[in-house]
């Protein structure tokens, strides 16, 4: 039998990785909850006409198929879904009539997909979700409010800052048709690579397969290059020339969310018109945000507005979102030893049994310190006092605790620092901070 | 464009639904930690081959096929999970050298078989698994340990009382090896149908199926009706006339379990050797649970024993655990209106917004109660204070803020008793008991 090794793109953790995880789950969870965001979770499967109906993903989706079924006793195709916007808006449309709006839901969740894995992308990952869904007309306020919480929910994490840069489509959109570009579409996806194939061969490929003038392409970049931590991005784009309705609607709402996030502290936030972000259902706000010094990994987190994608049967039920990345930020910062937690093991406390004969009375202690909230486990037999120690060593649990020897009483012995003292087993507690793992960052 | 559905198998709740499940989630996790069980997850997908290896459900693996891929460019064909327990052991054997043994770990994750739905039985369903795996031997504290830790966490959740049967596959087989029995795992699938066929029909296919003669069988179904909470079943298992020396193992570490466990209240675990349980990878305590007044959805946990499930290489990797079947429990309250949250959305508190002026203060207002700990949404226009607490009442958030009317000052009303009151917005505090959802159980 040969040791079972690795599948490329689907990333497992050891269990003070998974701790360390955990624990940032439960903070991003927390903090989407602060602003009254409730949680939901979609099944795991789409039906296939659904998930290649959006998008740009269609060749990497994951079909399922029953091992023993043959082709055709299937009434539906089902696809894992690659991302949780998309179900999302499926549930709102089915579920409309037992939902309140506006609907301020989150999901963290995994996603598939079949794509060559690289490191920060992966087959399988883990995504945090928070999106606004509203009846007729969604406010811009939500527009402001996204990046806020974004901002409220990464600061708080012990990770690299994260720079949240915001775009708008209409700009882009209105732009372009200011320019006169018809295939507005093929341009976005063209400028979208910027970052990876750099300018002159975007204006290559913007007039060779966008059929765009030089100076249209050389506006495109101009476009492009605008970038400002607050509103006077307006002004830079009003003098290159460009005019339009689209372009001042647009231009109108990055005004508005740049001025209701001037309260974060500067930098945090930043208007670059580069950003375009690929799905189609995008109609207004785009979001991106990068990890400061890991900005080749691509974007942690990213979203924004779609005012068509939820099915609403005749009433148009806007939404805007965004989604974290947590597979592909805690992914880098282990691959980097940047982060883990301070112990493998939630245990506080080694209880070891010193006798068979000990074994009832060290149940009933265990049972009332975890009732007292003193995470315990009880050393499985009695073996050598050293053996015992030795396992908690192993595990990185901080307090090893000794049945009463003749004539004395219980005692606990802190393993960091080695001091031994007698306790009253009823009453003791751990230091605060030892009571749970803690996150331990570089 | 037609309203989507469910899909049958694949069950979705609503938000309160949703907050509901999550906070059986945090106590199944809280008092998995408790007992010093770490957190794993792994991947969801599996090696074919390997999901092949063990268990009887290989026709209700999901396949899974990159909807461009042509048949032959992938290396390894991927099924989903159909349970955690062999995920875990091919876990264990790939990172054996990076874990410390006894390994204790729980899993809360996602499984899927493509079984045909019924009430309990779904295509995707969430299980919470505890494990302990350890090299060479795992002491027989652990049987008692996994039962002890069932009852804690099922005790602790507002569901009905869940009876944990426990039985030891050694018994069994001991039992029919003493009676003459040659293929003792066919006998083991045919009385595994007890509860679903009866006495009778199970006899008939002992006699047809398994060649048993009528005395074999009536023996079989002797032994399958000793249920006794306590250790008393091992005389009854005597007075049949049967001997052996697996037998004997069998009926000493079922006695060890039952004696351990004295101290839970009677009736809690029974002694009830039809259990059998239907992974092969059993070998020896086995355990089953059943919610009172609703046996007929099946066991809403399970696990036992594996000696050699996982491949240590040369040393052995015993492990022994148990799976609670969170959807099959949550399915059943839902669906019957047993158990819901006490509102669809974590908000505590509604900040009403007077005018497009007060927004500023309003977000100060937010961010600062948000910090203080109190979940709170800011209404995101300036509309009429009806609308604002008609919004407020649909989604049961039971406090509204308002902004300082001429002279006055910050006023808060707790929509179910109507009484509205200054406050002083900086230090006011929520009823400990608003300011997270609760659980309602019926």
Redesign the interface.
């Given at each position: 039998?040969k040791?079972?090794?690795?599948?490329s793109g689907?990333?497992?953790?050891?269990?003070e990785q998974?701790?360390a995880e955990?624990k940032i789950i439960d903070t991003i969870r927390t903090k989407f909850?602060?602003?009254?965001?409730?949680?939901?979770?979609?099944?795991?499967?789409e039906?296939?006409e659904?998930l290649l109906k959006k998008g740009e993903t269609?060749?990497?989706?994951?079909?399922?198929?029953?091992?023993?079924?043959t082709e055709h006793d299937e009434n539906?195709n089902?696809?894992?879904h690659y991302d949780l916007t998309l179900p999302f808006a499926?549930?709102v449309?089915?579920?409309r009539d037992?939902?309140?709006f506006?609907l301020?839901?989150y999901q963290i969740q995994?996603a598939?997909r079949?794509e060559r894995p690289q490191e920060g992308r992966y087959r399988?990952f883990l995504q945090a979700d928070i999106d606004v869904v509203m009846e007729r007309q969604l406010?811009i306020?939500?527009d402001g409010?996204i990046p806020?919480l974004l901002h409220?929910v990464l600061s708080s994490l012990p990770i690299p800052k994260v720079q949240i840069l915001v775009n708008n489509r209409k700009i882009l959109d209105g732009a372009y048709q200011a320019i006169g570009v018809s295939d507005v579409p093929t341009v976005l996806r063209i400028v979208d690579k910027l970052d990876k194939i750099g300018e002159s061969a975007v204006a290559e490929l913007l007039e060779r397969q966008a059929a765009l003038t030089s100076a249209q392409a050389q506006t495109c970049l101009a476009l492009a290059r605008i970038r400002t931590p607050n509103a006077s991005f307006a002004d830079a784009v009003r003098a290159l020339g460009l005019r339009g309705d689209t372009l001042e609607t647009g231009l109108n709402e990055l005004v508005y969310v740049m001025e209701?996030l001037r309260?974060l502290p500067e930098g945090t936030v930043i208007a670059d018109l580069r950003i375009a972000r690929g799905f189609d259902y995008y109609t207004g706000t785009v979001y991106e945000g990068l990890m400061v010094g890991h900005e080749k990994l691509g974007a942690v987190c990213s979203g924004g507005r779609y005012d068509d994608l939820v099915?609403g049967?005749g009433t148009k039920l806007p939404g805007i979102g965004a989604s974290i990345g947590v597979s592909r930020i805690v992914g880098r910062l282990f691959g980097q030893g940047l982060l883990t937690a301070s112990r493998?093991?939630?245990?506080c406390v080694l209880i070891t049994l010193p006798s068979e004969e000990a074994?009832?009375e060290a149940?009933?202690l265990a049972h009332s310190m975890?009732r007292r909230?003193?995470?315990?486990?009880l050393f499985?037999?009695p073996a050598k006092f050293d053996k015992q120690i030795r396992?908690a060593e192993?595990?990185g649990i901080p307090y090893v605790l000794f049945f009463p020897s003749e004539g004395g009483g219980f005692e606990v012995r802190d393993l960091r620092t080695r001091v031994q003292a007698p306790i009253d087993a009823n009453v003791w507690t751990p230091a605060e901070s030892d009571r749970?793992p803690s996150l331990v960052s570089k």
């Open positions: 039998m040791k079972p090794t690795a599948l689907f990333p497992e953790w050891l269990p998974r701790i955990q909850e602060s602003f009254g965001f409730a949680p939901i979770e979609t099944r795991s499967v039906p296939l659904h269609d060749k990497e989706i994951y079909v399922l198929r029953r091992l023993q079924s539906t089902l696809g894992l499926r549930y449309a089915q579920f037992q939902l309140q506006p301020k839901r995994k598939w079949g399988e406010p306020h939500f409010e806020m409220e209701s309260a099915e049967g493998p093991t939630p245990t074994r009832a149940l009933l975890r909230g003193i995470n315990t486990e499985h037999e396992y192993r595990k749970v």
